[in-house]
């Protein structure tokens, strides 16, 4: 009787044990999902949509593309920007020789950049780079080949921004195809976010 009854109170212990262990999962997913560019569509996104072909890992999890922050005096190392130096999603530092879907855009104009968010973390910035004029489309991204001086930042002070980000910047004066470097830098981890889209200027 009482070992039956020991048993039974052991086995609500382990059950409540193995509920608090899914619970702290369930909690923690968040730290793994994190948010991606729509406009410009981003490479990893042109994957998801199945617009971009032989893409890897990428196309299941866009919003998975997280290095070290500090970018560009830290960040991850030239050439592989993309891929925020993450071996399994290197297939978004290939130019590809310049197939990869275009955003076309207007130079000069104003445009929203859209994050979908799928965790929102407390936020340092976001900061977006554009190529310079002449920059080596051929070759992997490297700092040599951005303008290191964002086009516009959007401090926020640690907050949790919406889930749905929408940015307003001024494009610049540039023709033909250029790359968009989107850096959305965590205030509370060492990391950050990055994604590159692809843009032709008209
Ligand atoms: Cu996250």
Partial sequence: ???????????????TIVASFML????????YAHGYTTTPTSRAYFCKLGQATNCGPIQ?????????KGFPNGGPADTKLCSAGLGQFAQLDDQRGGAWPVNNVTAGSSYNVNWTLTAAHATTDFKYYV???????????????????????????GARPPNSVSHNVTLPNLSG??????????????????????????
């Fill in 24 to 31: 702290l999962l369930v909690g923690s997913t968040g730290a």
């Fill in 1 to 15: 009787m009482l070992g039956r009854r020991t048993a039974r109170v052991a086995i609500g212990f382990a059950a």
């Fill in 177 to 202: 195809r250029h790359m968009l470097f989107a850096v959305w830098t965590i205030a509370d981890t060492s990391n950050a976010f990055y994604q590159c889209s692809d843009l032709n200027f008209r």
């Fill in 60 to 68: 299941w999890e866009p919003q998975s593309v997280e290095g070290p």
């Fill in 131 to 157: 190529t310079k004029p002449g920059w080596n489309q051929t070759a992997k991204l490297t700092r040599s080949a951005l303008n290191l001086t964002p086009i516009k930042s959007f401090p926020y002070n």
